[in-house]
């Protein structure tokens, strides 16, 4: 039996059928989970049932985090995704709820969040509150390089409206977040946390929730981690802000 999994599910006051629901899966499936010795979910439903009960998926499954133990350039990638769409909100509430320090959503748009997140912009200025530095770097809605991208793409939700879309929602949080526009990362998104990051290339004539997609964890100086870190600082120095300082307007 999984003492350890029936315990956390006890102190967090979840049942079986709770805990499958936030899971998405089958309630006699949670109750195997419990029971049978050896019993590992897949990735995904070992994200999501860490974040329902408040505990580290490692406490859970033990031997899921030795198995995953990697050496060499590799073990910065934690899991590897086909779409960024079958990345778990479970993931993406866990790695924003976790960083302390410092979250940077650089993404063209970024306007997927604000839908998959219940209460995203509360959450950041919680967190901006408590110290953790928090950024958007986005594209410019009016830009050459944006209309060309929506020709690209050709969907009726333009590619200009979903920028538009989270500059109004990051505009509700002046004073918490800082935001500025670049170009330079119109075919790859990086979402820091931390010492986790998402990490989405972008293929040619797709959108970004059907772009291949990893999530990387921090272990080595100058490992591929880094690399994109510095990608994003180097964009963030030369970006141009999104409020100008003598009135705050944008």
Same mark, same amino acid.
């Given at each position: 039996?999984?003492?350890?999994?029936?315990?956390?599910?006890? /102190?967090?006051?979840?049942? *079986?059928?709770?805990?499958?629901?936030?899971?998405? %899966? !089958?309630? /006699?499936? %949670?109750?195997?989970?419990?029971?049978?010795?050896?019993?590992?979910?897949?990735?995904?439903?070992?994200?999501?049932? #860490?974040?329902?009960?408040?505990? !580290?998926?490692?406490?859970?499954?033990?031997?899921?985090?030795?198995? #995953?133990? /990697?050496?060499?350039?590799?073990?910065?990638?934690?899991?590897?995704?086909?779409?960024?769409?079958?990345?778990?909100?479970?993931?993406?509430?866990?790695?924003?709820?976790?960083?302390?320090?410092?979250?940077?959503?650089?993404?063209?748009?970024?306007?997927?969040?604000?839908?998959?997140?219940?209460?995203?912009?509360?959450?950041? $200025?919680?967190?901006?509150?408590?110290?953790?530095?928090?950024?958007?770097?986005?594209?410019?809605? *009016?830009?050459?390089?944006?209309?060309?991208?929506? $020709?690209?793409?050709?969907?009726?939700?333009?590619?200009?409206?979903?920028?538009?879309?989270?500059?109004?929602?990051?505009? /509700?949080?002046?004073?918490?977040?800082?935001?500025?526009?670049?170009?330079?990362?119109?075919?790859?998104?990086?979402?820091?946390? !931390? *010492?986790?990051?998402?990490?989405?290339?972008?293929?040619?004539?797709?959108?970004?929730?059907?772009?291949?997609?990893?999530?990387?964890?921090?272990?080595?100086? !100058?490992?591929?981690?880094?690399?994109?870190?510095?990608?994003?600082?180097?964009?963030?120095?030369?970006?141009?802000?999104?409020?100008?300082?003598? *009135?705050?307007?944008?």
């Amino acid at each position: 039996m999984n003492e350890a999994l029936r315990r956390a599910m006890a /102190k967090a006051h979840l049942t *079986d059928r709770e805990l499958a629901e936030r899971c998405g %899966v !089958d309630a /006699k499936t %949670v109750g195997r989970w419990i029971t049978q010795t050896g019993r590992v979910p897949h990735a995904r439903h070992r994200w999501a049932v #860490a974040e329902a009960v408040g505990e !580290d998926e490692g406490l859970l499954w033990p031997t899921a985090a030795k198995t #995953a133990i /990697k050496v060499g350039p590799d073990r910065e990638i934690a899991e590897v995704f086909p779409y960024r769409s079958a990345v778990p909100a479970s993931l993406w509430r866990t790695l924003i709820t976790r960083a302390e320090r410092e979250l940077t959503f650089a993404g063209y748009t970024n306007y997927f969040l604000w839908l998959e997140q219940a209460r995203f912009g509360t959450a950041l $200025r919680r967190k901006a509150e408590r110290g953790c530095k928090v950024r958007f770097l986005v594209g410019e809605p *009016d830009s050459e390089l944006t209309q060309s991208r929506e $020709r690209d793409e050709n969907v009726p939700l333009t590619l200009s409206t979903r920028i538009r879309v989270t500059l109004a929602e990051v505009e /509700k949080l002046k004073g918490s977040v800082d935001a500025r526009f670049s170009d330079g990362h119109a075919y790859l998104s990086v979402f820091r946390f !931390d *010492d986790d990051m998402i990490v989405t290339p972008l293929l040619t004539h797709s959108v970004g929730h059907d772009a291949p997609t990893l999530h990387l964890r921090r272990h080595q100086n !100058d490992g591929i981690f880094d690399r994109f870190a510095s990608h994003i600082e180097e964009l963030w120095t030369r970006g141009r802000p999104v409020w100008r300082e003598s *009135d705050g307007t944008t």
